[in-house]
């Protein structure tokens, strides 16, 4: 059985791996294309923002193995408090089986619980997945960025989705 639960900083070193192998698929998936942070600089990340209201990490766990991140962050605009971005993964082994559904439910959970009203992400045009992801979940496509990110050695563009809370 697969639950969610708030990341800790024992997680880096399985956080990091997960990053790695989902950011070496073919797919072109995430923005990372070689080492993700290291493992201390991802343990010392945890332990800053387990003690911040705007941010948060989650874990997607199934028995003892860590099978999907979400990553929450306040927009740090004093005009825009009420907006927050998201990023999720989950394993390979480990998708269609609701578990990228169950990480977006704890991200609207932390947005009514941190007064967020507005969820926002940029996923890769090619992203099918994720694109059906988030369009199943309620989230509206609300623009399209050219060589908006740096991948590599290349610019790629992005989709802007959103979602309203509550
Ligand atoms: C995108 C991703 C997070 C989806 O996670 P998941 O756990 O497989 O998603 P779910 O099982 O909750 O899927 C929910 C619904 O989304 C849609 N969906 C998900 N993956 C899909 C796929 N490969 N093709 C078509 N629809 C898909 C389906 O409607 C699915 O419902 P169904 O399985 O009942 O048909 C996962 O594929 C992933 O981690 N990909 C690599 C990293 C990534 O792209 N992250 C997002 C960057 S913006």
Redesign the pocket.
Same mark, same amino acid.
């Given at each position: 059985m697969t639950i969610v639960r708030p990341a800790s900083a024992a997680d880096a070193h399985a956080l990091v791996e997960l990053a790695e192998s989902?950011g070496r698929?073919d797919?072109r998936?995430?923005l990372g294309t070689g080492p993700w942070r290291s493992v201390a600089d991802e343990r010392r990340y945890l332990r800053t923002i387990d003690r911040h209201p705007d941010a948060a990490v989650y874990v997607a766990e199934d028995g003892s193995r860590i099978v999907?991140r979400l990553s929450l962050a306040r927009d740090p605009h004093p005009a825009s408090r009420h907006v927050a971005d998201l @990023?999720? /993964?989950?394993?390979?082994s480990?998708?269609?089986?609701?578990? @990228?559904? /169950?990480?977006?439910e704890q991200a609207v959970s932390w947005a009514g619980e941190a007064r967020v009203r507005k969820l926002e992400?940029?996923?890769?045009p090619w992203?099918?997945?994720?694109l059906?992801?988030?369009e199943?979940?309620g989230f509206e496509r609300e623009g399209y960025r050219k060589r908006h990110y740096e991948r590599g050695d290349e610019l790629v563009d992005a989709v802007l989705m959103a979602y309203f809370v509550g």
């Open positions: 989902v698929e797919g998936w995430i999907g @990023g999720l /993964m989950v394993a390979e480990h998708r269609r089986q609701g578990v @990228g559904t /169950m990480l977006l992400l940029h996923v890769f992203n099918e997945p994720a059906a992801l988030y199943s979940f």
